[in-house]
């Protein structure tokens, strides 16, 4: 049952407003003046609040603003009822956040019509406004999951560690052959797990971090971290090509992450290729900013595109790549921060690009 409280000074007015919403099944309660009205609100919590502007003790507009205040009744649709003449006054208890008001004399019909209209509106927000909390208090908690589980998970990897070092520090000798590959693959296989481990600790510290926007030189960036990289001896180095790409207003930290996965992908999977060619651009695709890392490398099946920037999702073995599928899904999480998209077009043996859009940046030529 809905719950509607009418604040009126005017006897006559309010119980009219009351006998009419009683007749159509809410609950009603009343109030004859501001202060009484804000007290009620408290107590009962109700659905709506319909309220006069001019009135002793508490004003409507003061009334509003008591409530807006109040993290319990801020979100309480609220309805001014009003007389013709304040025209200015109605704007400025508008501006005040109210959410519709009625003018006297009131009628049924438009007293219903404004109550029906904005409990369906109140509806639709408070299922959103509970999906979303809903939303952010699971990812809040996966996080947190995911923290503490990487931190427990490092201490006995720790003691794995130590104690294989120590068998083969002291008792390689007196191992057979068997024994020694049992041991080193322990050892690999620990190694594994701590990359895992790393990179699960990093794609959520990622999650929890804050944009810092800057304005950022897309050239300059893209050309410190072609500087920076570390070829691997078994993959062919590759040319590079850098186009002449516009500046982003982003993270730059955050941004530089995006290029370094996306360009240790397009050298690894293009590293086997005879002549590998990495092409860093951008082009403005239906009005978006949208930049791209093109290879000509190994590139993918388009049928298990759903899984491309999973976490933990690899499309090749280890024993074709090696990697642990964590690059792409930092990206996606950086790139999504921003308000941007990524997606990528892949055709096996021929390459793949990576493409992604990051809002414009203001006063950017385009
Ligand atoms: N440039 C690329 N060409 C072909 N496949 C790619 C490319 N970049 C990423 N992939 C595919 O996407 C998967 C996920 O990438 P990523 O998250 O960076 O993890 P990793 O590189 O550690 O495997 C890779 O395992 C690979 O199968
Ligand atoms: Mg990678």
Redesign the pocket.
Known sequence: MRTILVIEDEQPLREAICDILEFEGYIVFQAENGKDGVEQTLQHLPDIILCDVMMPVMNGKEVLAALRLKETTRLIPFIFITALSGRSDIRSAMELGADDYINKPVTRDELLGAITARLKKSDVILKKTRHTAELESINKDLNAFAQAVSHDLKTPLRAVDGYTKMLHDDYAGILDKDGLRYLETIRSNSAKMRELIDGLLEFSRQRKTEIAHSRVNMNNLARSVIADIRYEKNYKIPEIILGDIPDAGCDEKMMRQVFV?LLS??I???GKKDKPVIEIGHSVINNESVYYVK?N????DMKYYSK?FGVF????SQNE?K???????IVKEIIEKHGGRVWAE?IVDE??T?YFSLPELAGNPS
């Open positions: 996965n992908n397009a690894k999977y293009s290879d490398g190994v590139g993918f491309l999702h690899r499309l090749h790549f990697g642990i599928g964590i690059g792409l899904s892949g390459g793949t990576f």
